[in-house]
């Protein structure tokens, strides 16, 4: 991963990226690819700032975004936060369609505090649990949560499920 070129697209005021968050994620994703040997990965970014993000993807990682999700198959599926049925719908519709990596953010901002509009939270719950209780569609692959205690501001945090 291009360290100088995230750094830089950090900085750009229309990012609003925690940081710390992004990058360890960006360096799981880039691992992935280099083990799979996928040079091109095909990326949905679904959710706020769409564009913006997807760039961030094409920049870093040599990303193409997902055309026809009938005829692609997805190795990068990233859902933004927002409200739960956003969330629960772009997840229904385009994780079957994914080969790799799917991303939920904005897992832990405001986890405590029952706000509207921030509930990805919920749906990162109910699929970890769901997988717990014995459902198999996501028996194969790892989950894992990015989140850096934040002292002041809006808790963040991405919730990672890697196809093993």
Known sequence: ???????????????????PEWKMFLEICDLYLKRNKIKNPVVAHL??????RFDLFKQILNAKRVKDIHNETINI??????????????FRVYAPHCNGIIAIH???????????????????????????????????????????????????GIGVIIKQ
């Open 106 to 156: 904005d897992i832990e901002s405001c986890r405590y505090k029952n706000r509207e509009g921030a509930q990805s939270h919920q749906v990162w719950d109910e699929i970890k649990i769901a997988t717990a209780c014995g459902e198999t569609r996501f028996e194969n692959f790892l989950f894992l949560a990015i989140h850096r205690k934040r002292i002041r501001g809006n808790q963040r």
């Open 77 to 90: 599926l990233s859902i933004g936060g927002g409200y739960y049925k956003d969330v629960l719908r772009n």
């Open 47 to 52: 959710g706020p700032k769409e564009d913006r």
């Open 1 to 19: 991963m291009n360290l100088t070129t995230f750094n830089r697209l950090m900085k750009e005021t229309d990012m609003k990226c925690h940081p």
